[in-house]
């Protein structure tokens, strides 16, 4: 079997491929690589730009642990099975009357590996998915499979957890009823939004903006929670935005933009009028996540939200002033604080900032220049997208990291689930 990432960035030969049935033969897995000294990988579906998921021996495919195991109308809990794709999931919960509260822009990741890295959409009175999380299924290297719950020790760190600490067999998730969101995409000045981004995030439930290097506008994306009556976008418009503009034109810019990079500029500015405006209401999971079939690569930090106009004009000078080819926009969101030991938003109101680049085109020193600006605002790293940092710097940023290492420790004290990159972030 040969692995790949999604952006094709990351690739690998795993030395051996197993599907356990059940958490019992999860552990199993683990206690016999233990045994023989061998490495263990759980595969999710590969979304992560890092390496954070290169599988270089036994790689574990948790695909038939997948599904809902059991829901509770009563309080809105229910159980999933890791390998359960976030579409699947989605709907699943839409016949039973109920929702994911947040989500980000796509659902081909499955619940387990979104859930390790600390997935998030975006929402500042809202959190990441892994803050829904009330109960993990964990298959350890000992043999055991464990139930994790909050105050036991081991939840804390078994949420956001990397994959670092056993193979996830299932999660408990509080869900809240179904939803419908009312979707209002307009430009505004890029200006304006900096001015005050308080109040630009606050304005909606779920507010968020791109921005086009080069151009003076962003595309603000804002999604009310207000139970409006509304309609979807009709079947035609939708295949007009997504398929045709968002990925089929778009990705034909791209190809004009990697072929003649000092159109980029030019080809920004078309690209951020080309995004116009539209309003419409849907159910939730409809509108937060729609595909993406134009690759990219993307870096993404967590900084205090104080700081993300400084960030953002750094990030314009540097791109004016060096005419930076880069392709693809910055995107802005914004969540709550929360309690999640290595999220980035632990203990603070945060901004996200994303940057990307067409697969096809270099990176260049972008993606070092912009860890050089949010280093500067005590950016944390997105544990699913590139990064340079090491365990010394993430000591440093994550007040949580000593108390997710001392599990690890306990957990996985022959590093059976290490693999280069984990390492790197972790230690040894
Ligand atoms: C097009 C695109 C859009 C994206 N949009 C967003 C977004 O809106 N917001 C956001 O925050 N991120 C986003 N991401 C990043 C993505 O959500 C994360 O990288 C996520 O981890 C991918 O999930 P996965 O199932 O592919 O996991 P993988 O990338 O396959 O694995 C991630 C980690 O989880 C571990 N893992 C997986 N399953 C298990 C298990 N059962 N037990 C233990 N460990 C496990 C893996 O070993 C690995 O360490 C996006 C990525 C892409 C490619």
Not at 333 to 359: E, I, K
């Amino acid at each position: 079997m040969t692995w790949s990432n999604w952006s094709g960035t990351v690739t690998a030969t795993p030395r051996q491929v197993v599907a356990p049935v059940d958490a019992a033969a999860a552990a199993g897995v683990l206690a016999r690589a233990v045994d023989s000294g061998r490495k263990v990988r759980p595969l999710g579906s590969g979304h992560s730009f890092s390496p954070i998921g290169q599988p270089t021996d036994i790689a574990v495919s948790v695909a038939a642990l997948a599904g809902v195991r059991d829901h509770n109308l009563a309080n809105g809990r229910v159980w999933v099975g890791a390998g359960t794709r976030l579409s699947h999931l989605n709907r699943a919960l839409d016949t039973l009357g109920l929702a994911l509260p947040n989500l980000g822009d796509i659902d081909r990741q499955t619940i387990a590996g979104a859930v390790a890295t600390g997935t998030h959409g975006t929402g500042l009175g809202l959190f990441g998915i892994a803050a829904a999380v009330v109960g993990v299924e964990l298959a350890t290297a000992s043999g055991e499979v464990l139930r994790c719950r909050p105050g036991d020790g081991t939840f804390e760190a078994a949420r956001i957890n990397l994959g670092a600490l056993g193979i996830v067999s299932a999660l408990e998730l509080q869900t809240v009823p179904a939803f419908r969101l009312r979707a209002v995409e307009e430009q505004l000045p890029l200006a304006e939004v900096l001015a005050d981004p308080h109040g630009f995030a606050a304005s909606a439930d779920h507010a968020e903006f791109f921005w086009f290097p080069h151009a003076d506008t962003v595309a603000t994306r804002r999604n009310h929670r207000d139970g409006a009556d509304g309609d979807p976008l009709p079947r035609w418009r939708e295949v007009l935005d997504d398929e045709v503009v968002t990925n089929g034109v778009f990705g034909l810019v791209n190809r004009v933009g990697a072929a003649a990079p000092r159109l980029v500029p030019s080809l920004n500015r078309l690209s951020a009028r080309v995004m116009g405006s539209r309003t419409y209401t849907d159910r939730s999971h409809r509108v937060f996540c729609s595909p993406r079939r134009v690759r990219f690569v993307e870096s993404e930090y967590a900084v205090p939200l104080d700081a993300v106009a400084a960030v953002l004009r750094e990030l314009r000078a540097w791109y004016d002033r060096t005419r930076a080819p880069i392709q693809f926009p910055v995107e802005v969101r914004f969540v709550a604080a929360d309690d999640v030991w290595l999220s980035g938003a632990y203990g603070r109101a945060t901004a996200y900032v994303a940057v990307h680049q067409y697969a096809g085109s270099p990176v260049g020193e972008s993606f070092d220049v912009f860890e050089r600006i949010v280093a500067e605002h005590d950016g944390r790293p997105h544990w699913g997208k590139q990064h340079s940092l090491g365990v010394d710097r993430l000591r440093e940023v994550h007040p949580r990291l000593d108390d997710f290492l001392a599990v690890r420790d306990r957990l996985d004290p022959a590093r059976v689930l290490a693999n280069p990159h984990l390492e790197r972030i972790l230690g040894a």
